[in-house]
């Protein structure tokens, strides 16, 4: 039975039997970490044959990755780079929203679990780089460049560097939880990175 | 038996003794990771008794914490903070040297696995926080504190936030492997930095 000719009530079965592995992997890998995670265990978790899981995803880390990805999507406080003319302004407002992060449980756990198994397996540190941080480094590119068009950054800013100057020290904050992360800490980030790199 | 009265010989094969278990802690830290190791296994690696363990460390983190001491201090590109008067040039000099321990397999291995069971264990990251981390930055801020009041900072800069622009980025690249860390991207992070807060 294709997709095509599957029942409504099929593909609204299977939906709901996706998203329980998928929260059923999120919840064991805070549990148990990611190297004892079993596909026989999200399956007992989500009420699942294991084949149904080998049937959508070949491996566990890939389960994981697309856990990671469905609990990303449903963030509430997820934002798109805003793009206002204001780079500033809207490096305040995506840099504020990292900070939301790190002190958001929901998004805390799981990032500390992706980043310890990165360090032990760097096959899924590789995927998870591709699925997460890539991303991020190029969006935040983007709008430096923009800013760097408008004048607004110096002509030969490196902007990889600059991307770390931004996520460096609030990631290093919050891996080692030396601090406290807050809206005045981001903007303060903000403020250090845009004296050194303004024209 | 106290320290004093015991013979040259004893003391010897005592050190030694130290050093062979501390040394299998090390190897298995890097084998299987700080959750599965255990005293029995560093016990029977170092050939020694588990009570010889027990009676010099009360616990599995106290062995390894000390086992990345011994560690660090056996680095041959250990540097103390430079003074020399030239903030740049001292800062150039301490971030090249981290440049090469990120380079280096015998801090690349172990970090990483410290930084990955800080995150599963929050006690274990204070204790290796306080070990390791806490004495770096401390160095760091003295050192800028000084070029501080020699004028070659602004004085309201941040201290804390300083040590984290320079010490984040770097740890970023290196902890989630974006790209090579060379000594040019070193001296990079030193001209921003400084850029940023001269005054």
């Known amino acids: 039975m294709t997709e095509a000719t599957r029942k409504p009530d099929a593909s609204r079965r299977s939906q709901r039997s996706r998203e329980a592995i998928l929260t059923a992997?999120?919840?064991?890998?805070?549990?148990?970490?990611?190297?004892?995670?079993t596909i026989e265990a999200i399956a007992a978790r989500a009420g699942a044959g294991k084949q149904t899981i080998y049937r959508w995803w070949p491996t566990k880390?890939?389960?994981?990755?697309?856990?990671?990805?469905?609990?990303?999507?449903t963030q509430e406080d997820e934002v798109d780079f805003p793009d206002t003319g204001d780079l500033d302004a809207d490096l305040r407002i995506v840099m504020r929203a990292i900070a939301d992060e790190c002190n958001n449980p929901r998004y805390d756990g799981p990032a500390r679990v992706m980043i310890a198994e990165a360090q032990h397996d760097p096959e899924f540190g590789a995927e998870a780089r591709e699925a997460f941080l890539l991303p991020a480094i190029t969006a935040t590119k983007e709008r430096l460049r923009s800013g760097q068009r408008a004048g607004?950054?110096?002509?030969?800013?490196?902007?990889d560097v600059v991307v770390e100057l931004l996520f460096g020290p609030i990631h290093h904050r919050?891996?080692?939880?030396?601090a406290p992360i807050t809206h005045a800490y981001a903007d303060q980030i903000v403020d250090y990175v845009l004296a050194a790199v303004r024209p």
């Open 25 to 37: 992997a999120m919840e064991l890998m805070a549990e148990v970490g990611y190297a004892k995670l």
């Open 61 to 73: 880390s890939a389960v994981v990755l697309d856990a990671f990805r469905l609990n990303a999507e």
């Open 152 to 159: 607004q950054l110096r002509a030969d800013a490196d902007l």
């Open 174 to 178: 919050w891996l080692h939880s030396t």
